[in-house]
């Protein structure tokens, strides 16, 4: 099983910008599809963006889209999310999630990433 740490959150203003970065180790993250998720306080944990072994393949929630960026650096079993234009509906415990099938199997589905990190907490101020 692939072991996930994230870091890079904190606290911003709205407008301001944060890069998490998810570090992977562990069994081999060859072929992995990768993805964010958020859970805000009293909220289901809900998908933000995913990213295929390749890079050829991204998903981006509305919320998300135009504003976060995707994205994986497999030699060094990274992967980051870039956060532009931040709004404090944003604010939430964002968790990077491996999925050991492919892109269409895994799909952006909470259910199909079995392997997850501890989170890393973006708050977002108005």
């Known amino acids: 099983q692939v072991q996930l740490v994230e870091s890079g959150g904190g606290l911003v203003q709205a407008g301001g910008s944060l890069r998490l970065s998810c570090a992977a180790s562990g069994r081999t993250f060859s072929g992995y599809t990768m993805g964010w998720f958020r859970q805000a306080p009293g909220k289901e944990r809900e998908s933000v963006a995913a990213i295929s072994w390749t890079g050829d393949f991204t998903y981006y929630a509305d919320s998300a889209k135009g504003r976060f960026t995707i994205s994986r650096d497999n030699t060094k079993n990274m992967v980051y999310l870039q956060m532009n234009s931040l709004k404090p509906e944003d604010t939430a415990v964002y968790y990077c999630?491996?999925?050991?099938?492919?892109?269409?199997?895994?799909?952006?589905?909470?259910?199909?990433?079995?392997?997850w990190g501890q989170g890393t907490q973006v708050t977002v101020s108005s």
């Open positions: 999630a491996a999925c050991s099938s492919g892109w269409f199997q895994c799909a952006h589905r909470k259910e199909n990433f079995g392997a």
